[in-house]
């Protein structure tokens, strides 16, 4: 089955640090989303990925659509306190599948 | 984007009884939503797909039996939790795919604690 690994599984910065996580993928995936959870409480969409290559900005947050379709990286310039959180990377193989998570980044923020 | 909420947003109960929990996409149609679960510090786990006017797609492992899912009208899945026991005690969400791009909502969960 598919498998969708999410590194790192824990970050703990600075504020004001960049940082940076990546999913990788055994099989080729047409949708990458990026999502971001707080305790007791479902996934919030960050960023959609459709295309090869493609690199997308919500803000302070850049997702790229790996070239191969098999990864996909976030990074999170100049972070902040409410940054903290679990960051879930998932993947669709084709529209209107079931998506696959990764296993999340919890991200810790020191003010 | 599009919003999902879900009823309750936590529930206690004793062992051996039925819950069950609302997932409601309140300004789009859903003829497909997604329930999920997910235990402490853990991923999401998909369980079942639930389909507007048909039966629920269930993931190997999940007894369908266990988990009655409905699909009433566009806008309204239900999971019911039946004969709940301490170990159905998690976090239960529902996600419904956006409207016009390939993409899934989801819900604020529930929390499920069987005592």
């Known amino acids: 089955g598919q498998q969708l690994n999410q590194s790192p599984q824990s970050m703990f910065i600075q504020e004001g640090e960049d940082v940076s996580m990546n999913c990788t993928s055994s099989s080729i995936f047409n949708t990458w989303l990026w999502y971001k959870q707080d305790p007791g409480e479902g996934p919030v969409l960050l960023i959609a990925?459709?295309?090869?290559?493609e690199l997308t900005s919500n803000g302070r947050l850049t997702a790229q659509f790996g070239i191969t379709r098999k990864d996909s990286f976030l990074n999170i310039s100049a972070s902040i306190p409410s940054d903290v959180g679990i960051y879930f990377c998932?993947?669709?193989?084709?529209?209107?599948?079931?998506?696959?998570f990764g296993e999340g980044t919890q991200l810790t923020v020191n003010p | 984007g599009a919003v999902v909420s879900q009823h309750p947003s936590w529930v206690i109960c004793k062992s051996g009884t039925s819950v069950k929990i609302e997932c409601r996409s309140l300004d789009f149609q859903a003829t497909t939503m997604f329930w999920y679960r997910q235990f402490p510090k853990q991923s999401l786990m998909l369980m079942a797909t639930s389909n507007e006017g048909s039966k629920a797609t269930y993931e190997q492992g999940v007894e369908k039996d266990k988990f009655l899912i409905n699909h009433a009208s566009l806008t309204l899945s239900t999971l019911t939790v039946t004969s709940a026991h301490p170990e159905d005690s998690s976090f239960y969400i529902c996600?419904?795919?956006?409207?016009?791009?390939?993409?899934?909502?989801f819900g604020p969960g529930t929390r499920l604690t069987v005592l």
């Open positions: 998932a993947g669709k193989e084709t529209s209107g599948s079931r998506l696959t």
């Open positions: 996600s419904a795919p956006g409207q016009g791009v390939d993409t899934q909502y």
């Open positions: 990925l459709y295309k090869a290559g």
